[in-house]
């Protein structure tokens, strides 16, 4: 079966860690190794929206592009997401390059459109492959992000990753830790 290689957009402006924590160890199960960028969170382009935790996750998937985008949505779905209009957003997962694509494939616009004015996006994705080329510009990412102009701060995050199941489920649930439990990350 064919790989390919995928870079995910990732952002969550409700229970942030929970959310971002969750899709991760979820998008482990089909790409694989998942390298991540640092968390970063930066205010909504929408101002009435609460700030965003945003990364770049990226590796290698034996899905296609409809089955990984089907994937997707049901990710967030399972987060609570519903459409695209909610003022927050528990989870939002974009794929912003899917091999060397470019244009409109399976109804996807690729590469993703914001990589090239969204700091959040862009700043992430060259982190974690400075060197890679935009399918469309044959320009880096590094080079794409010195030639960006200076927009809105982003903030790192020092971010727990890694929680465990049990602690997130319960956080989820809102659901006091019983007193007699105790709680041992291994």
Request: charged share 20%.
């Amino acid at each position: 079966m064919p790989t390919h290689h995928v870079y995910l957009g990732l952002g969550s402006n409700v229970e942030r860690e929970i959310h971002i924590d969750m899709a991760l160890t979820m998008l482990e199960e089909h790409i694989a190794p998942l390298r991540r960028s640092p968390v970063y969170e930066s205010a909504s382009i929408d101002p009435r929206q609460s700030p965003f935790y945003n990364l770049v996750a990226g590796g290698r998937t034996d899905l296609s592009l409809a089955e990984l985008s089907a994937w997707i949505k049901d990710i967030e779905l399972l987060h609570g997401r519903t459409d695209s209009t909610q003022r927050f957003i528990p989870l939002d997962i974009d794929i912003l390059l899917f091999d060397n694509l470019s244009g409109l494939h399976e109804g996807i616009e690729l590469p993703r459109a914001e990589i090239l004015n969204r700091a959040f996006v862009l700043y992430p994705l060259q982190q974690l492959a400075p060197n890679l080329k935009h399918p469309s510009l044959g320009t880096s990412f590094a080079e794409l992000w010195r030639q960006l102009q200076p927009g809105p701060p982003l903030s790192t995050v020092r971010y727990p990753f890694g929680v465990s199941s049990f602690h997130l489920a319960v956080q989820a649930a809102r659901l006091p830790l019983p007193s007699d439990h105790q709680l041992a990350v291994i």
